[in-house]
T-cell receptor, first 115, second 112 residues
Framework: GAGVSQSPSNKVTEKGKDVELRCDPISGHTALYWYRQSLGQGLEFLIYFQGNSAPDKSGLPSDRFSAERTGGSVSTLTIQRTQQEDSAVYLC?????????????FGSGTRLTVV | RKEVEQDPGPFNVPEGATVAFNCTYSNSASQSFFWYRQDCRKEPKLLMSVYSSGNEDGRFTAQLNRASQYISLLIRDSKLSDSATYLCVVIASSSNTGKLIFGQGTTLQVKP
């Protein structure tokens, strides 16, 4: 597609439920990143994919968080047993690996609210 | 200490003013530097890369001081549409993942 697409744009879930967030990167972009932005906070790195593998998952806050990427394209971030502190905007970005030094394109994010 | 630090502001300036934002980074191995702009409830968008020699894009000028580990953004002749949060971003050269490290952002409000 023309840009990075994320779905859903908004998600309200009950505490304890599992959620899946989807990211569809720009076609041909091999690098994919997930970030999280809590209210009034900066962006926090979660995980990096190169192709289908995740060489850096150091930002995942707990084992309730997992992510996968298939076909070198779509990525899914899963949060199990959601907690209220998981409420945030989850942003996905993609880049052609060799051009990352020129910045990335972000999707418009998924706003997750845990009630 | 945060890896990238910015004065959160807010900076309230009148239209036409010149305003400067500063940012410091702690990792001397940082290699790539950027300013991103984020409008309220929107995703960050790349404003400009920052080079050692300094670079300009219209009313925006970015400077990098590697010795002091300091990055700046100057906005001349501010417009109402410049109102946003400006994010200072670095990538460490030790990173082979291109991971962006974000500052918390500086909020600018341009008033008529």
């Amino acid at each position: 597609g023309a840009g990075v697409s994320q779905s859903p744009s908004n998600k309200v879930t009950e505490k304890g439920k599992d959620v899946e967030l989807r990211c569809d990167p720009i076609s041909g972009h091999t690098a994919l990143y997930w970030y999280r932005q809590s209210l009034g906070q900066g962006l926090e790195f979660l995980i990096y994919f190169q192709g289908n593998s995740a060489p850096d998952k150091s930002g995942l806050p707990s084992d309730r968080f997992s992510a996968e990427r298939t076909g070198g394209s779509v990525s899914t971030l899963t949060i199990q047993r959601t907690q209220q502190e998981d409420s945030a905007v989850y942003l996905c970005a993609s880049s052609l690996l060799l051009t990352y030094s020129r910045g990335y394109t972000f999707g418009s994010g998924t706003r997750l609210t845990v009630v | 200490r945060k890896e990238v630090e910015q004065d959160p502001g807010p900076f309230n300036v009148p239209e036409g003013a010149t305003v400067a934002f500063n940012c410091t980074y702690s990792n001397s191995a940082s290699q790539s530097f950027f300013w991103y702009r984020q409008d309220c409830r929107k995703e960050p968008k790349l404003l400009m890369s920052v080079y050692s020699s300094g670079n300009e894009d219209g009313r925006f000028t970015a400077q990098l001081n590697r010795a002091s580990q300091y990055i700046s953004l100057l906005i001349r002749d501010s417009k109402l549409s410049d109102s946003a949060t400006y994010l200072c971003v670095v990538i460490a050269s030790s990173s082979n993942t291109g991971k962006l490290i974000f500052g918390q952002g500086t909020t600018l409000q341009v008033k008529p």
